[in-house]
């Protein structure tokens, strides 16, 4: 009988044939390459031409212009403080019509405008909040009555817009908000060094304003701050405590995948579902305070869920079986293996899972707009019930405004939050290079 052998012989590495075809797979690597390497760069271009364009426009909405006027606290506008108390001189401050100091000063700086509608035009060159700085002086200092004093108020947002740079002077004055005029009035105070751009800390303090001189971010800080207080504060032991469920003690059973399957589902939807589910439950069942952080953390909290329960259930399974064994032999009890070791084992990742889910909460929009946080707050909110709003919702807001003014409050609030995001995503990636353990 006979046996057939199969002769093999060995690749001809140095043939034509084997020598086109590496040629042509190394000719595909570097194409990979090159597609993989441009794709890189373009996507790092759109990076850099948004952040830019970002940083190119909020870096003034940090400064404010202002023009320094000597301002004359006549008594007779105010009235003599040593003939009144504390209380009634307050009231007599809150009573008194700044705008006459105000055209006072501007009188004595250009007595050549003599006409009524000269001077409107020229006392608009001033912010309204100019009235809020006068009344803070007396009230902080009462003895500057019957002083005049060097003060420097907040310009209107044209003339703002003018010393940044926003408007062109050489422009055909039909086409500017600014005229003529109050160029020349503008160029005057500028020769006589009036006009100064200083950084503006009521961007960083006040609350909104129609005024994009006198708009500030502070109350949706503290709105998003609250709101986020009140997310964390449910949607964390929530999370958690359904993930160890789920994990540890939940039967394996139909009940349980479906769960599940829907926990993932949730993950996916849209946003602005949740939104919707708020509106009719918080507040058309519930009747919560509309606009406030407690409705819009609920709302934001019920979003969160899926994303912190997947990363807890994720961090949990990661803990070795060998510490659960380790533990029963050593006569733990269920409970005991769970919260005595694998959960402590586990939390750096259930922490790096949270804040990143918190970091996508503090930086949607459509849920907040659809339980009404998108209303024009100028107060301070002082706790989860009072009606604020959230910085997305700021920025949405004023990016919806038509003074050229808000352009660059928007991309400074843009800043603003981004600072946020980057410190909220980069304290989870130090928690979990500081405590990730590897088994």
Sequence with gaps: MSKETTEFKPTDWQSPEMKARIKRRYRKEKSFRVMGFTAVIIAALFLVTLLGKISSDGIYGFFQTSIDLDVPF????IGNPRDMDADAFEQQVMRTNMLR?????????FPE???RRDRRELIRMVSSGARAQLRDMLLADPSIVGTTQRVRLLASDDIDQVRKGKINPEEAEANRKVKDRELAWYNKLVEE???????????????????PEMAGIWGATVGSALTLVVTLAIAFPIGVLAAIYLEEFAPKNRLTDLIEVNINNLAAVPSIVFGLLGLA???????LPRSAPLVGGLTLALMTLPTIIIASRASIKAVPPSIRDAARGLGASPMQVVFHHVVPLAMPGILTGTIIGMAQAL??????LMIGMVAFIVDIPGGVTDAATALPVQIFLWADSPERAFVEKTSAAIMVLLFFLIMMNGLAIWLRQKFERQW
Excluded at 101 to 109: C, P
Excluded at 193 to 211: K, V
Excluded at 363 to 368: D, K
């Design 74 to 77: 006549s008594e007779a506008v």
């Design 113 to 115: 405008v003599k006409s």
């Design 101 to 109: 100091l105000i055209n006072d000063a501007l009188v004595k700086e």
């Design 281 to 287: 439950v918080f507040l058309g069942v519930m009747h």
């Design 193 to 211: 060094d009036r006009i100064s751009l200083n950084f503006h800390t009521a961007f960083l303090t006040h609350g909104d304003s129609r005024d």
């Design 363 to 368: 930086g949607e929009t459509a849920p907040l």
